[in-house]
């Protein structure tokens, strides 16, 4: 809190601001402390203190009411009057600093009410009470937000509990990490005087935990001066280096990006598209990740071009142009206006080779043409990429007609999916060391997917997830009984991976003893699922999960019960040849042969109502085919002639069928059981053994009726682990 803060002209790793575009400059602290004491504060007057907080307020907000700022400086200058920072300046000046900035970013004026009080409660005399009765529920109850988060004792065994109460604080309403943020930056903007050591301590939890937080509520003005700072303190040596790479581009006396940028103008002037060309230079941090990645910066890569245009088809006509005119490096496009990303940022970004702008080689080495970034938006995508969810207003005033929200319920349309998960699993974790690991994991991951469900729902999972991130995202505990997945209607094993857009359909049992395998942590990858695994395991000491085989016994052949009991497997038994299917008397006809003898092909099994075609044998003997079958096109191939064959009136049948499932306990028995209840006579079965969870079985069986098969496939497919079951296809060589 601002407690620690110190003068920022006192000599210390105080960074400079990467240059960026702002619409004022910022202001002098000292001053602005000279004017919180000698400032008129008259009743009805707005403070000269608070001047450039309204100014920057009006910019965004023409309209707005500011007689709470002024109501709100007042107590809040009177409150900390006599109070001083460690630089020896009056405190209020870091409330001001704090509510400037959020000014600056388009905060409303509630949060800005909020922002200049949010000391008030802890450091004097003022209640909640007394807040909430001069400025209402909603700047109380921002204040008690941000009161609750400071105070913070940066040791490590504080931290997880502090962030789980900032965690809390933010999923109740955004706004309050909003503040929290811009406190953190103020103080960082003036950490020059402290311990070496503790200036590292806070740097270190800053960019592990506030900086992840600021990019995932997509307030990139925030996260990026941050980043530099902790850049400064944690780096400083490369910083330096940085900063001198910067200094000395600028003393260049050419410039290719802002040729570029007139060549940009150009083209869209001559489109008859109307935007604003600008050159964003990158910041220290960027400009550091460039130039390790590309190994040596040439002057295109000191900034990136920035296309402002007033409509998203506007976005599309910008970039049609400059992919005509110009050569584009087709692997640097992304489309983040049709796919935003999670943090709310729309953009499309693009590169284009730049014609007739070279770096300068050395002699006799060939000249290399550079290539620029280009970023195309919205003026609204553009104030939305810089301030996030602060440029949204008031997320929790909804509109007149749209009334009727249950009193005390408070509902953010803008929390994004990442913060609502947060939340669900923050209450289940074991303890906060767990909380504390899982949530530096979780922010570690800066890109989320969007995968879709069978009904239509989404899910949102980051980077890197799998079908085990899925199933606990969707069912939480209950996921202990999920089977497997299939993925774009493909059977996928729990641990693929998920890309964005892929449909996922997750297999569930249901069977209440179902258990999570222990190896299920190595591919989970979010909080909830890792959390709930190992509460589970944790609950069961001595077990491993899920065994990988059906029934827990090694797979094997099956033996048929002679009393209808479910089939069991014979562990040692060799695995026999199903013998071939014979049909009754009478049950085909062979056209040209009569008292021929016929056998039923054993590759493909067929039964009364398929369409069967006919080959004669050695022996006389005529075997009869599903006329699908491969081995028919095969003879066919090889010359054999086809014998007309008919099925007769017998409709009873032997079939050999197929099912694949995923290993679970007591899959065979309740395999068996519903084979049984369709009144199928199992002749013979073989399990073979699993592989990677999964298990196919073969059962031949005989049946009273053919016009059963449907039923008895849909039964078995029915049975929970089942995942598909169909005929048999062998393959087998020419009959």
Known sequence: MSAEATNPATPGPVVPAAPRRRSRPRIDLRRLGRAALLGPASRG??????????????????????????????????????????????????????????????????????????????????????????FGAEVRYLVDGVTKLEKVDYGAAAEPETFRKMLVA????????????????????????????????????????????????????????????????????????????????????????????????????????????????????????????????????????????????????????????????????????AVPKFNLYQSLHTAVALPGTRTDPPAGAPADVQVAEVLIRTHQMHKVAEAGVVALG????????????PEGER?????????????????????????????????????????????????????????????????????????????????????????????????????????????????????AARIAIQRWLAAHPGTDGAPAEADGTKAGPVRPPSDGAPARPAPDAPAPEAPAPRPGAGAITVVDRPGAGVRLAGCCTPVPADEVTGFAV?????????????????????????????WGDTTECRVTLFAESFGRPHLLADLTEAMALEGAEIVSATVEPPSRQRVRHTYTVQLPDAGRLPTLIRAMRDVPGVYDVGRAHHRTPFS
Not at 98 to 109: C, D, F, P, R
Not at 394 to 405: F, I, K, L
Not at 438 to 452: G, H, M
Not at 505 to 517: I, W
């Open 45 to 134: 007057r707005l403070p000269d203190a608070i001047g450039h907080v309204v100014e920057a307020h009006r910019f965004h907000h023409p309209d707005a009411d500011l007689e709470p700022l002024r109501r709100a400086y007042v107590l809040a200058e009177s409150s900390h009057r006599g109070q001083m920072r460690k630089s020896g300046e009056p405190y209020i000046t870091h409330p001001l600093a704090v509510t400037l900035i959020l000014a600056e970013l388009g905060a409303e004026t509630t949060t800005l009410t909020a922002s200049l009080l949010h000391d008030t409660v802890e450091d004097t005399d003022v209640t909640l009470d007394q807040v909430g009765d001069e």
């Open 411 to 527: 509902v953010d349309p803008t929390r994004p999916g990442w913060l609502s998960r947060l939340l669900d699993w923050q209450e289940a974790a074991p303890d906060p060391d767990t909380f504390w690991s899982t949530l530096r994991e979780d922010l570690a991951q800066d890109r989320e997917i969007t995968v879709f469900r069978p009904d239509g729902g989404t899910l949102g999972l980051p980077e890197g997830a799998t079908c085990v991130d899925a199933a606990y995202a969707q069912y939480g505990e209950d996921a202990h009984a999920c089977l497997g997945a299939r993925v774009n209607g493909r059977l996928a094993t729990l641990s693929t991976v998920l890309r964005d857009g892929d449909s996922v359909q997750l297999l569930m049992g249901q069977d209440p003893a179902s258990e999570p395998s222990r190896e299920w942590l190595e591919h989970a990858h979010t909080p």
């Open 394 to 405: 008031n997320p929790y005033a909804p509109p007149a007609e749209e009334q009727g929200t």
């Open 618 to 646: 050695r022996g006389g003997v005529v075997t009869v085919h599903r006329v699908e079958c491969a081995a028919v096109a095969r003879m066919a191939q090889a010359g054999r002639a086809a014998v007309d064959v008919r």
């Open 170 to 337: 933010t999923g109740n309403d955004v706004r309050v990490m909003s503040i929290k943020l811009a406190d953190r930056l103020h103080n960082m903007r003036t950490l020059g005087v402290m311990r070496p050591e503790k200036q590292e301590r806070i740097a270190k939890v800053t960019r592990d935990v506030l900086i992840p937080l600021a990019e995932r509520l997509g307030v990139q003005a925030l996260k990026t001066e941050l980043e530099d700072m902790v850049f400064a303190i944690l780096h400083p040596e490369e910083y330096e280096q940085t900063r001198r790479l910067i200094a000395d581009n600028a003393a260049r006396a050419d410039d290719p990006l802002a040729e570029f940028a007139d060549a940009t103008r150009a083209v869209l002037r001559d489109a008859d598209i109307q935007a604003e060309v600008l050159i964003r230079p990158r910041h220290f941090v960027s400009l550091h990740r460039t130039a390790r990645k590309r190994g040596r910066l040439r002057g295109s890569d000191f900034g990136r071009l920035l296309v402002l245009v007033n409509e998203d088809a506007d976005c599309y006509a910008v970039l049609g142009e400059l992919h005509t005119c110009m050569t584009p490096v087709v692997s640097e496009f992304k489309d983040f206006i």
